[in-house]
Structure formats: C-alpha cells, structure tokens
C-alpha cells in the first residue's frame, strides 16, 4: 500500500511539472537567439534586423564585419550580410549571402515594408562609392537591385554611414541618413520613387541633417527636426518652411536631447515622442540624463510630459534602438523600450551591465506598466533595431559584449535577436512578476556554472527555488537569499533544458526554464 502511494505521488509530481512546463512554453513568454563569435578571426558578429513572418518563423541578420588588426580601430576588410530565416527556436530554415556582381557591400541597413525585406547602403568599386538597394521577398528571393550616386556629406568614412531613420505610411516607407542628409522614399512595390539631398534653400542652398522626424497623417507633411532648428516639407520632400528652436524646454528644469527616430501621430497636431532628456537636480546641483515620453506639437516643440525615467544615463548609453526608434502603436496602447546604462560614482571608464526599459501606456496615455531589468549580467547591449510584432511583443536585434571579457576583441562581441514577450518580461533571460506582485530576474541564460535569481523587492521571505528536468526529477533546491540574490551551483548538471520554480511554501509563485551548457 505504502508503494503505491508513493507511486501515486510521483505520478502527481510529473503532472504538475508536465502542466507547468507546458504553461512555460505556451504564453507569450518570448525567446532568444544568440549569434556566437568563436571561430571568425578579427570579426565581429553582430545582427541589425529582426522580423516575425508569422507565428512560428522569422527572418534575422547575420553581420560578419572583418577588421585588419585586432582592435576596433583598424580598418575595415570585408563586410558580410546574411539573411537568415529560422524558427524562433533558432534551427535555421535558410541562408542567403546578400551580395553584388561587381560591388563590395558595406553597412546595409535592412528594413521591412510590407511584405518586402529593403536592404540600403553602401556599395563601392575600387575608385567609386554609391548607395545600393536590394529588395527580397519573405522567401529571401532576391528581386531587384538599384544604385545611386554618393555625394560624402559629413566625416563618416564611407564603409559606415551612421543613424538611419525610418518611418511608414500605408504607401511609402521614408529612410533618412542622420549623417549624410540623405533620403530615399519608397513605393509600396519596394522600388525607390526619389532620392535626394536634404537643403534649405532659405540658408545658401546648404545640406542639413535631420535627427528625427514626423509625418502629418492628415497632409502627408514630413515634419523634422536638426538643431537648432524645426522643418517642414510636403511628402516628396521638399522644402516648405523651418523655425529657429534654440531650447527645447518641457519645464524649467528639462531640456530634450534626443528623440528617437521618429514620433506617433495622435490627434489635432499633436505627436508623442520618445527619447532622451535632462535635467537638473537641484538638491546634488548636477545633470540627470533620463528617458522621457511626451507630447510636442506640429513645430515638434515638448508641450507636456507623460512620463520621466529618473536614470542618469552615461552619454554613451544607445537607447535608441539606432534606426527604428523605441516608441511604437500596437492594438491596445503605447509601447515604448530602451535599453541604459547607468552612470555609478567611482565606476567611471567601466562599462556596466545593460538594463532594459520597457513601458506600456494606453491609448489615454495612462501608464500600463513599467519594466526595468538587467537582461543579462556582464553584458553591454547595442540595439540596431527594434519593432512591434502583431501581438504587441518588442522584437529587438543587435550586438553584445560580454564585458567579463572585453579584453578578448572580438570574440566577447555577439549578435542577438530576442523578443520580449506580450508583456514585456522576458520568463527566462528578463524579469518575472507574480501575480502579488514579487519580481524576480535570472541573471543568466544560458548557464554554465551558477543558476542566479534576483529578489527585486522588499518581501523578507525566503523563497524555495526548485530545479527539476523534463522528467520531472528534482535536481537542486535552495532557499539561502543573500541580499536579495540566491544562487545554485548546477556545473555538475549535464547539458539541457530544465524547469525551476519559486514556492513561498503554501504555492509556486513563479515558474520558468533555463538551459544549462
């Protein structure tokens, strides 16, 4: 009799894990693909595109950015450009090398407009530069390449062009070069319409570059902004009027930086932006750098704030997600991400961990909620891209350091695509939040030698962290919290996934998986 209970509660314990681990892998939880450096001799590995196809697929890059020497410095040899379409497990589908007949291609910048994947950059011959443009349909067919001259506007050299911005109507995607005063405008058949060079004809005829910029739903009007000033133009871009803005205030105390990329219309001339700004405190007497959303009207000038993230970033932190912005519309309310690092006292030339931001706000602008996490400790993320798939989940893709081992260029450097989940947790790399409201971050993932969860919260209690495999066999458990950090030594563990819980004693709070390497 007793074996059979005990058989009976075994069966009980792999049922509830079974129910567990499907709960896991069913909500919209997220994932993670991460392009190694291991074998690539003075290359960086990066990714700066990412786009779902549909519930199971999508299409990412994959950059092979080859240098002379072996620092950052050197010069550049060669600059490859995969197109991968995987599926969100990371078993790739198919590979395509993005490449000219007769041209050597540089920093193509990818985007997607309906069902048309745009590549943009630079392509050069041995005496001559252009910009290219290479359009592949979701199968990754190539279906046409166009070049145009390159006039050098500013001091970039020629095998890196700097911010690009983008922006789409129903029946065009607009693409602006930051640095170059370039733009290009494409039809919805993914054919360049116009290109040209941003002037001023009311200042000598002179070129000007553009930091962000809108579109006015109701005229078709490109509204843009280039310190010190604000600039209006029809939708084929040319020129209409500008205005000198030499503050650009919210309050007395908070002056605008930066928007990044672009703004969301929302209603009678007014626009939300989302970016950088600061402030001064005036009980430390210094400058606070902060993420901020507000509303500025059709001059592009703040008129109310909405939201401060109090962060003191460092100078260098690249929230922008560089080429598509952080702020999007999705079905139900605003979503809005970045990613920081923070300035610490005495850490000064030491690059700190990335923590990511991420907001939601409906469509009154009330908050939703607030997320702000470290995604992975020891890594420095680089955002080159990020969008909003369909059911509202940030997809971001770019580089990362490993800064445990910055010494090693290039090979601590990294691509990643990941996709943060319909609620802005990522469950097994990001931040959990039960339903009392308890936070928990895992630090790494995946892990080689120490599973590490974060308490990020007041709560005294010593939660049970319970490891099992696929099995439902408990491995490790442990309930030893040192400051609100518990760690579990699981180097003995053999290679796979496995499932941890977190239990108060009277039920499981939180659940997830990690994989062991």
Not at 104 to 126: K, P
Not at 298 to 326: A, H, M, Y
Not at 346 to 374: A, M
Not at 474 to 490: F, H, K, P
């Amino acid at each position: 009799m007793k074996e059979k209970i005990l058989t009976s509660n075994k069966w009980a314990i792999c049922v509830c894990l079974m129910l567990l681990w499907t709960s896991a892998f069913s909500q919209s939880d997220g994932y993670y693909i991460h392009l190694n450096n291991s074998n690539l001799d003075r290359t960086v590995l990066t990714a700066n595109f990412a786009t779902e196809i549909n519930k199971d697929e999508l299409i990412y890059t994959r950059i092979e950015h080859r240098f002379e020497g072996l620092n950052s410095e050197s010069k550049t040899v060669s600059w490859l450009t995969k197109l991968i379409k995987s599926k969100k497990d990371g078993t790739i589908l198919k590979s395509v090398l993005v490449e000219s007949d007769s041209l050597q291609l540089f920093d193509l910048n990818v985007y997607r407009f309906n069902d048309f994947i745009i590549l943009n950059g630079i392509a050069r011959s041995e005496t001559v530069n252009y910009f290219i443009s290479i359009v592949y349909d979701l199968d990754l067919t190539q279906l046409s390449t166009e070049i145009f001259p390159y006039v050098k506007t500013s001091y970039f050299e020629y095998t890196s062009l700097g911010s690009a911005m983008v922006k789409y109507t129903n029946e065009r995607m607009y693409l602006v070069y930051e640095s170059d005063a370039k733009y290009f405008i494409y039809d919805n058949e993914g054919k360049v319409e116009k290109t040209g060079t941003l002037r001023n004809p009311k200042n000598n005829n002179n070129a000007f570059n553009l930091q962000e910029y809108a579109i006015d739903p109701k005229t078709g009007d490109i509204l843009g902004y280039g310190w010190p000033s604000s600039y209006r133009f029809d939708k084929d871009f040319n020129f209409k009027s500008y205005k000198f803005q030499d503050n650009r205030n919210t309050f007395d105390t908070q002056n605008w930086n930066k928007i990044y990329s672009g703004y969301e219309y929302i209603a009678s001339d007014q626009y939300l932006g989302w970016g950088r700004c600061s402030y001064r405190d005036t009980v430390k007497k210094e400058i606070v750098m902060g993420l901020s959303l507000a509303i500025f009207n059709s001059d592009l000038e703040p008129v109310e704030n909405i939201s401060f993230i109090d962060f003191n970033l460092e100078e260098s932190s690249d929230v922008s997600c560089r080429t598509t912005g952080g702020l999007f519309k999705g079905t139900d309310g605003y979503y809005t991400f970045g990613e920081a690092v923070p300035i610490i006292p005495g850490e000064n030339g030491h690059v700190q961990s990335s923590y990511f931001f991420v907001n939601k706000y409906d469509f009154e602008l009330n908050t939703v909620w607030q997320r702000k996490f470290i995604f992975r400790k020891d890594y420095r993320y680089l955002q080159l891209h990020a969008e909003l798939t369909t059911d509202n989940a940030i997809l971001i893709a770019g580089e990362n350091w490993d800064i445990s081992k910055a010494t090693h260029w290039p090979y601590h450097i990294g691509g990643h695509i990941i996709n943060l989940g319909t609620d802005g947790n990522f469950y097994t790399l990001g931040t959990n939040k039960d339903q009392s409201g308890i936070v928990f971050s895992v630090m790494e993932n995946p892990v080689q030698q120490n599973f590490s969860i974060i308490k990020n919260s007041d709560d005294p209690k010593n939660y049970e962290v319970k490891i099992f495999d696929i099995q439902g066999r408990q491995m490790r458990s442990s309930d030893r919290w040192v400051l609100g950090q518990l760690g579990i030594d699981v180097s003995a563990m053999i290679a796979g996934t496995y499932i941890y819980t977190i239990g108060d004693g009277k039920r499981i709070v939180h659940s997830g998986k990690f994989i062991k390497i």
